[in-house]
């Protein structure tokens, strides 16, 4: 199945919300075992937020090895190519590190509870 984003939440992609739009699209199928095709023609402005939610969180429930197999991702631009590489790199070490996700977590905690 392929999605294009830009149809989906327009040009930019900066927020939680946006993101868990995507995510709740993919993952079922991504769960089943299918193909996924993220197409971010038209889409300029893209956040680390925003793929927090519409792809790191996938990793929480789908091995790395099969998000590299069933996620395809095209026509992102380098900085996008940038911003998607980070959050992957952190989402792996997030959910692989026990210590690193709760130290996360409490901090999360604590700067929601300071707004």
């Given amino acids: ?4 984003v830009y149809e989906l939440i327009g040009e930019n992609g900066m927020s939680q919300q946006a993101g ?3 995510y709740n699209l993919i993952y079922p199928r991504l769960q089943a075992g299918e193909s996924v095709e993220l197409d971010f023609t ?4 893209l956040l680390s937020v925003f793929f927090n939610f519409a792809i790191g969180q996938l990793l929480g429930d ?10 395809i991702i095209s ?4 900085i996008g190519q ?3 590489d980070n959050v992957i790199e952190n989402a792996l070490h997030y959910y692989s590190d026990e210590q690193y996700r709760k130290a996360v977590n409490e901090m999360i905690l604590e ?5």
Avoid at 1 to 4: A, C, G, P, R, V
Avoid at 42 to 45: E, I, N
Avoid at 62 to 71: G, T, V
Avoid at 75 to 78: G, P, T, V, Y
Wanted: proline share 0%; hydrophobic share 30%; with cysteine.
């Fill in 1 to 4: 199945m392929k999605y294009k």
């Fill in 20 to 22: 868990q739009k995507i």
């Fill in 42 to 45: 038209g889409v300029r402005r």
């Fill in 62 to 71: 789908i091995k790395a090895e099969d998000l590299n197999r069933l996620l």
């Fill in 75 to 78: 026509n992102l631009s380098s």
């Fill in 82 to 84: 940038q911003t998607y």
């Fill in 111 to 115: 700067q929601s509870l300071c707004s």
